[in-house]
């Protein structure tokens, strides 16, 4: 038998950001036994990278914001290809979760009347984002944390799960994982197990995701028999950072933009005039005059074109960078400085003016920034139920980044802080009422636990092979220059082959040192998952011919009406990742009507 | 714009450990992580170091440079000469895992201690009303991204470990004060301040304030109206006699 | 190990009491390259030299009265004994006690237990810490939980006492405005430095971080108290620069006592602008 250490529970949460806090929140609560397990330190969770607020239209600015308005903003947003259920619950019930977090001590910027303040943002109709400064993910977090901490759940911190145990019946009966710090291995076994492990950004180059974000979700849930949906939305947020290099792709919040910034180009042009759909024409200003009254009067003027959704912004911005129009490092300009006074700006904008002073030594209230495109999010994911957030697979649940369908084909700025919420506590609920239904029937094979250990080991037993960070950087290379913001078939299909003879050298390779802290050790097993996770891109990459959302393809550059009805589906089977097309589920008529009452 | 720099970096763990030297290539732009980085590809893929936002968000990369306590990943290179040698090691206070990683357990247990946030019940339409004004001073607490450097700094735990026991440390004492400003907490804090968090050991030295990566102001703004609001309640007579005849100070 | 969830067996964690605190080898008292010692250096020479110049001028005696005006070192003059006319003078003590002595400890104490000063004769004197992440040379620490250092806590009261010798200094620059006849309508270079004397104290004493407290620091909700949220608001502005004005106004003191001192022992003439 494997030397381990063995925890009982009834829900075992995967991940400690948003969605897994608020799942371990819901559970405990429910009155589950209940674990979680993250990467890192308590509190250092990829959310604290969520700047600009938190979606929920409280209507405390606008009383004509609702949900229905939300809902609508949201399917728009992510070009109707959302799962409407999952994006109507969202916008029922953001408001509440938003609501909570100040009965545990979140402190939100507040109106006049001492109501959570509420900002603009890309595709929302009303300032609908419940925010503090520009460090709303890390007040979630936070709030989050001490409620965690408070309600006395188990965390198990700098701990990574690397396989997902199932029965024989196919059902979750627990986690394998082992101890960072010691490199110990450490086995949960529960019935229900949540996973809240957030996104893929770290297959890229250029991404505004921590290391963390290597897809281990999505790996573990195909693995353990589950289907992702849609992976090939991936979101391109319009503005990371460009310069320094060594900073390249850490975000720029898009709250610059809701707060006056503009996008130029290198002969001073807002070209973003030049870039707007015929779908979003209606809602979108037409001369800068216009534009720039709409900050102070929304109500007779349209939005700027600079609030677009996220993947017009960036593609506009990736033609002015190759027609040769972009800035010194490769960007183009995000302007704050001239429109705005310096006070202004760093009252609302805190953490960027820091960010930028210390990283880039740019003062952003004097001179403009140079701003790209950055990998920054996922739209696809483990394929869940909307209601209870449960996957294919019995007992496995999965909520936040690494759950598909929410968000559709794009992301909508501030949406994803209330998913995090809405579908964190439902999949906290609905893991709980599982385990309380599987009872104490969990039994884990101990030639599965043997197995997991064994795999974990094997990157030691190997001696001569390749360093896993020259792995790492050749997948990153090829993602994003193969899998990126532009897509074709033959550059696709190049990818596929490269990620097969990456597959073999991370069979091959080998690390040094021991099992204590040994980084190399951890990014030996995070690889495989990267490798699969990226497969699955390009795969689906592959089968959608059209253009939509976060998927661009330059052989197919327009949106077809056959493929709105269609979800592109990943499952692993015995010859590896299989694709397969799903059909979407009909609207009931009642949701449909909002898109002809709300124009 | 590249030249070759030389680091002294701290390897080891709990048995022992000593500086090694390492000769590392460095670009335009770069912070001290992104050496480090270098170091873990290139040179020592074993070298142990703590990260995550690289963005001066998360509080994760916290270490010594050049004897002082800061975040890796906002320590740009530009701050020192090329012929300077740079010594990077782990945070002193607390104890080492590896090379540069610290058990910052201490911190988690002092945070399992502070009692929790209770809220005044909500107003009758469902919300809870705070002003601009009164939320401010909390708000600045809760920037706090939790890189305890301020910890690593105060020397009443850095040169006492005795003191952990009785000294919750200056993060835990901005997060009393959070609290105890809060404008919705209906807990009185002050006792367990000075009792059970040990806010009597601050001297007030202001090691804190100036390595806070944030630019939090703990001793000004946080610890000393907390200790102010101690001696509300526990050094002013007046009071004291107000709080014997059940006459609570107004707040 | 780094959880908040129970350890399992076979985990074994190092031990954290002294001595084997589990803490990296390294043996240098700090690694700081920069010249730390620099800052505790300075402030030492300077306290030094204000604490010498000041008790030899509060046991002179002498030359702490130049008609119109009265050494800062000596105001209140509580003794009839005290040259000149001065004020209150509510007793008569012996002749060998110089004034000073009534009243020294009222500005001794509120710098002493000055937040500000604290943090600097702790830095500079104790060494404890000398500087920022430099080791401190004490075996134990105990802070200021304890008796005599737990009395740190009084501060407020003598910023009260503070205040009302602040208003005696003020006064004591008003009647610098007359002439040696006891007219009005003088001015002199020893008016101004009066004057700016007990300005600086002024500042010096309302950014006091105890005021700060007790003008609206220690309420909860500022929208309830508009008047006191302002207040606070206002010495909250003078507290960030509350160093600066210890330093200035402590000097400024030196040279107002330098300046009687030097008119009543005949070394220099007063300026008289009108």
């Known amino acids: ?599 | 714009m590249t030249y070759d720099a030389t680091f002294r970096v701290w390897r080891g763990d709990a048995s022992g450990g000593d500086l090694q030297t390492y000769t590392v290539p460095v670009n335009e732009g770069e912070v001290v992580l992104d050496v480090i980085h270098r170091l873990q590809a290139t040179q020592a893929g074993d070298l142990a170091v703590r990260w995550n936002c690289k963005a001066g968000k998360c509080g994760s990369c916290s270490a010594e440079v050049n004897g002082r306590p800061r975040l890796m990943c906002l320590t740009r290179m530009s701050t020192f000469a090329e012929d300077e040698t740079v010594t990077v090691t782990p945070m002193r206070t607390f104890p080492v895992i590896r090379d540069l990683v610290t058990d910052v357990s201490f911190n988690y247990a002092k945070a399992a201690q502070v009692p929790a946030f209770v809220p005044r019940p909500r107003d009758e339409d469902g919300n809870h009303r705070m002003q601009q004004v009164d939320v401010e001073r909390s708000q600045e607490f809760r920037k706090c991204i939790e890189c305890f450097l301020c910890q690593d700094t105060c020397h009443v735990v850095r040169d006492h470990e005795e003191n952990k026991q009785v000294f919750a440390g200056p993060r835990f004492l901005i997060r009393l004060a959070e609290l105890d400003m809060h404008p919705l907490d209906a807990q009185d804090r002050r006792a367990a301040a000075q009792e059970e968090f040990g806010l009597g050991y601050c001297n007030i030295t202001k090691c804190c304030t100036e390595v806070c990566p944030e630019g939090i102001h703990l001793t000004d703004n946080g610890i000393i109206p907390l200790k102010e609001r101690v001696v509300d309640r526990r050094y002013d007579p007046l009071t004291w006699l107000g709080s014997k005849i059940g006459r609570r100070p107004g707040r | ?274």
């Not at chain 1, 007040?139 to 944390?145: K, P």
């Not at chain 1, 990371?240 to 130029?264: A, H, N, Q, Y």
């Open chain 1, 1 to 599: 038998m494997v030397e381990l250490e063995r925890h009982d529970y009834d829900v075992v949460v995967v991940g400690a950001g948003g969605a897994g806090l608020r799942a371990a929140i819901e559970a405990h609560e429910a009155g589950a036994r209940t674990a979680v397990v993250c990467k890192s330190l308590l509190g250092k969770a990829h959310t604290v990278m969520a700047e600009g607020g938190i979606a929920a239209a409280m209507g405390n600015l606008y009383p004509e914001d609702n949900w229905r308005v939300h809902f609508r903003d949201t399917m728009r947003g992510g070009k109707m290809l959302n799962s409407w259920r999952m994006a109507q619950l969202h916008a029922q019930e953001a408001p509440e979760r938003v609501s909570e977090l100040e009965d545990w001590g979140a402190l939100f910027d507040r109106t006049a009347d001492g109501l959570i303040s509420q900002r603009d943002f890309g595709g929302h109709r009303y300032a609908r984002l419940a925010h503090v400064g520009d460090r709303t993910g890390l007040e979630l977090i936070r709030t989050l944390q001490q409620r965690t901490v408070a309600l006395g759940v188990d965390v198990y911190m700098e701990c990574t799960v690397t396989r997902l145990l199932t029965d024989d019946e196919g059902a979750i009966s627990g986690a394998f994982g082992y101890w960072r710090e010691s490199g110990r291995f450490v086995l949960w076994q529960a019935p229900s197990v949540v996973l809240a492990t957030g996104g893929i950004g770290k297959t890229y180059k250029v991404t505004s995701n921590s290391w963390e974000y290597t897809g281990d979700g999505h790996s573990l849930a195909l693995q353990a028999g589950a289907s992702l949906v849609n992976m090939e939305f991936v979101q391109f947020h319009p503005t990371g950072m460009v310069w320094p290099p060594s900073v390249r792709g850490i975000l720029v919040t898009e709250s610059v933009r809701g707060d006056g910034g503009i996008l130029t180009n290198s002969a001073g042009n807002r070209f973003m005039f030049d870039y707007i759909p015929d779908f979003f024409r209606k809602e979108t200003a037409e001369t800068e005059d216009e534009a720039d009254r709409w900050y102070t009067d929304k109500k007779n003027n349209r939005r700027p074109p600079e609030l677009l959704p996220r993947d017009e912004v960036a593609r506009a911005i990736n033609s002015e960078v190759k027609a040769g129009r972009g800035s010194p490092h490769g960007g183009v300009f995000l302007d704050i400085a001239s429109r705005r006074p310096a006070e202004y700006v760093r009252k609302r904008l805190p953490s960027m003016y820091h960010q930028f002073k210390e990283l880039a030594d740019v003062d952003i209230t004097a001179e403009p920034m140079e701003v790209g495109p950055t990998c920054h999010y996922v739209m696809g994911g483990v394929e869940v139920d909307p209601d209870t957030a449960a996957s294919r697979v019995p007992g496995l649940f999965a909520a936040g980044e690494v759950a598909g369908g929410m968000h559709g084909s794009n992301r909508l700025g501030g949406n994803s802080l209330s998913d995090l919420l809405v579908f964190g506590r439902r999949a906290g609920l609905a893991a709980r009422e599982h385990a309380a239904r599987a009872g104490a029937r969990v039994r884990v094979p101990e030639d599965a636990v043997a197995d997991a250990a064994r795999a974990a080991l094997a990157p030691f037993d190997r001696e001569g092979g390749e360093n896993p960070y020259a792995v790492q950087h050749d997948l990153q290379e090829t993602m994003h220059d193969l899998v990126g913001i532009i897509r074709t078939r033959t550059e696709m299909e190049q990818a596929l082959e490269r990620i097969a003879e990456l597959k073999k050298r991370v069979a091959d390779l080998s690390v040094e040192g021991h099992r204590q802290y040994n980084p190399g050790w951890h990014l030996a097993l995070d690889l495989p998952h990267m490798l699969l996770v990226s497969e699955c891109i390009a795969r689906s990459a592959l089968e959608r011919e059209e253009s939509r959302g976060g998927h661009t393809r330059d052989d197919f550059p327009a949106a077809d009406p056959e493929w709105a009805k269609v979800n592109v589906l990943c499952a692993l089977g015995p010859d590896g990742v299989g694709i397969a097309r799903e059909p979407l589920p009909q609207m009931p008529p009642e949701l449909a009507e909002i898109f002809e009452e709300i124009s």
């Open chain 3, 1 to 274: 190990m780094t959880t908040t969830a129970p350890r399992g067996a076979g985990t074994a964690a190092p031990g954290r009491g002294t001595g084997d605190s589990g803490r990296a080898a390294i043996a240098a008292r700090t690694l700081r390259t920069d010249r730390w010692w620099v800052q505790p250096l300075i402030t030492a020479v300077a306290l030094v030299a204000f604490v010498v110049y000041a008790t030899f001028r509060a046991f002179q005696n002498a030359y702490y009265f130049a008609e119109p005006y009265i050494s800062p070192f000596y105001s209140p003059c509580l003794s009839t004994r005290c040259e000149g006319d001065t004020f209150p003078e509510l007793f008569t003590g012996p002749t060998w006690i110089s004034p000073a002595i009534y009243i020294l400890v009222f500005p001794l104490g509120i710098r002493l237990t000055c937040y500000y000063y604290r943090k600097a004769y702790y830095r500079s004197f104790w060494l404890s810490p000398p500087a920022c992440a430099v080791a401190e040379p004490h075996r134990g620490y105990s802070g200021e939980t304890r008796f005599p250092l737990v009395f740190q806590n009084v501060h407020r009261y003598f910023l009260y006492a503070a205040l009302v010798i602040n208003v005696v200094l003020f006064y004591d620059a008003v009647l610098a405005f007359r002439d040696e006849t006891g007219a009005w309508g003088h001015m002199g270079l020893g008016t101004l430095v009066l004057l700016v004397n007990a300005v600086l104290l002024f500042l010096y004493s309302l950014s006091c971080h105890s005021c700060r407290h007790i003008v609206g620091g220690r309420l909860n909700h500022f929208s309830r108290h508009p008047v006191r949220y302002r207040f606070w608001t206002f010495v909250s502005r003078l507290n960030a620069r509350h160093m600066q004005y210890a330093w200035v106004s402590m000097f400024s003191v030196a040279l107002a006592d330098l300046y009687v001192f030097l008119l009543a022992a005949d070394v220099i003439v007063d300026v008289r602008f009108f």
